[in-house]
């Protein structure tokens, strides 16, 4: 059974940083892509990040300079790295297997002074 589990989300002031987790169980991890979405209130869930089986990093252009993202094969985990944290970066932050259903519950990152 594929598990992916996020953690590490909370309340932060602008300019602030936050690290997310997601640790994922029941997959080959490492054959696998791994990609971060958010969907803030009342909007989409949106593609933020995305790293490949080479641990090469894509970004949404808003987030680029950034969010880090990270992978450890050796842990089955992937992480977000965010700086410089802005209000409408306000959302739940969700883990996903590239290209397949499997979802993390998400964590919320809330953006606020």
């Known amino acids: 059974q594929v598990q992916l589990v996020e953690s590490g989300g909370g309340l932060v002031q602008p300019g602030g940083s936050l690290i997310l987790s997601c640790a994922a169980s029941g997959i080959d991890f490492s054959i696998y892509g791994m990609t971060w979405y958010r969907q803030a209130p009342g909007k989409q869930r949106e593609f933020v990040g995305t790293?490949?089986?080479?641990?090469?990093?894509y970004y949404k252009d808003s987030v680029k300079g950034r969010f880090t993202i990270s992978r450890d094969n050796a842990k089955n985990t992937v992480s977000l790295q965010m700086n410089s944290l802005k209000p409408e970066d306000t959302a739940v932050y969700y883990c996903?297997?590239?290209?397949?259903?499997?979802w993390g519950q998400g964590t919320q990152v809330t953006v606020s002074s």
């Open positions: 996903n297997v590239a290209n397949t259903p499997y």
């Open positions: 790293i490949n089986t080479r641990s090469r990093p």
